[in-house]
T-cell receptor, first 116, second 115 residues
Framework: SQQGEEDPQALSIQEGENATMNCSYK?????LQWYRQNSGRGLVHLIL?????REKHSGRLRVTLDTSKKSSSLLITASRAADTASYFC????????????????FGKGTKLSVKP | DTGVSQDPRHKITKRGQNVTFRCDPI?????LYWYRQTLGQGPEFLTY????????KSRLLSDRFSAERPKGSFSTLEIQRTEQGDSAMYLC?????????????FGPGTRLTVL
C-alpha cells in the first residue's frame, strides 16, 4: 500500500519559476526522503530529512518536515527544463523497536513539467 | 548511473511462462531491495535482503514470486506462471546500513510485458 500522498499530482511551470510539492504520510517515521524519476536517469535519491529536523537545503532544493501534521514539502527554486521529472516522497516505516524498517514506502508522485 | 545494474532491461513473455531477472548492487552494499512499479504509481516494496538473508517480504509477493541472493552479492527475482497483471517495471535498489538512514540507490529497472 502507498504511505505517502503527493500533492499536486501534476504541476506545469515555466523555467525560472519555483516548484512546490507536498507529501503526507501515515505512520511514525525516523526520516523522509525525496526521489526524482525521469526516463533518462531512473529513480535517484535527492535529499533526506530526519524526524528531528524541520528544514534542510541542498543546492536549489529545500525540504521541510512537520511531524505533527505528518507532512513534508519539497521546493525547487529557479527551475530548469532538466528538472522535468516525477518526484516521490518515501519513508522507511518505524519498526517495533524504534529503528527504521528496511523497505521504503513511496507516494504516487508529482509529475513536474518545466517549460523552457 | 547509480552503480546498480539490472538485466535484462526489457522482457516480453507470454502468459504462463517463467521469467528471471538479475540485479547487481553496488559492491559494498549489504542490503538489496526489489520493488515493482506500475504506470502512474510509485514503487511498491516486494522484498529485501541483508547479505544473503531475506529479511522481509511484502504481501504483494505471491507464491509465484521467489527471490534469492545466494552469496550476498547479486540477486535474482523469478516469477513463475506469469500473468498479465505481472506487467510492470521491476526495480532493484541497494543500500549500506546506517543508523536512522535508508538512502537507496536504484537500478534502471526491468520492464516486463506479459502478453
Amino acid at each position: 500500500s502507498q504511505q505517502g500522498e503527493e500533492d499536486p499530482q501534476a504541476l506545469s511551470i515555466q523555467e525560472g519559476e519555483n516548484a512546490t510539492m507536498n507529501c503526507s504520510y501515515k505512520t511514525s517515521i525516523n526520516n523522509l526522503q525525496w526521489y526524482r524519476q525521469n526516463s533518462g536517469r531512473g529513480l535517484v535519491h535527492l535529499i533526506l530529512i530526519r524526524s528531528n529536523e524541520r528544514e534542510k537545503h541542498s543546492g536549489r532544493l529545500r525540504v521541510t518536515l512537520d511531524t505533527s501534521k505528518k507532512s513534508s514539502s519539497l521546493l525547487i527554486t529557479a527551475s530548469r527544463a532538466a528538472d522535468t521529472a516525477s518526484y516521490f516522497c518515501a519513508t522507511p516505516p518505524r519498526g517495533p523497536y524504534g529503528g527504521s524498517q528496511g523497505n521504503l514506502i513511496f507516494g504516487k508522485g508529482t509529475k513536474l513539467s518545466v517549460k523552457p | 548511473d547509480t552503480g546498480v545494474s539490472q538485466d535484462p532491461r526489457h522482457k516480453i513473455t507470454k502468459r504462463g511462462q517463467n521469467v528471471t531477472f538479475r540485479c547487481d548492487p553496488i559492491s559494498e552494499h549489504n542490503r538489496l531491495y526489489w520493488y515493482r512499479q506500475t504506470l502512474g504509481q510509485g514503487p511498491e516494496f516486494l522484498t529485501y535482503f541483508q547479505n544473503e538473508a531475506q529479511l522481509e517480504k511484502s504481501r504483494l509477493l505471491s507464491d509465484r514470486f521467489s527471490a534469492e541472493r545466494p552469496k550476498g552479492s547479486f540477486s535474482t527475482l523469478e516469477i513463475q506462471r506469469t500473468e498479465q497483471g505481472d506487467s510492470a517495471m521491476y526495480l532493484c535498489a541497494s543500500s549500506l546500513i546506517r543508523l536512522a538512514s535508508n538512502e537507496q540507490f536504484f537500478g534502471p529497472g526491468t520492464r516486463l510485458t506479459v502478453l
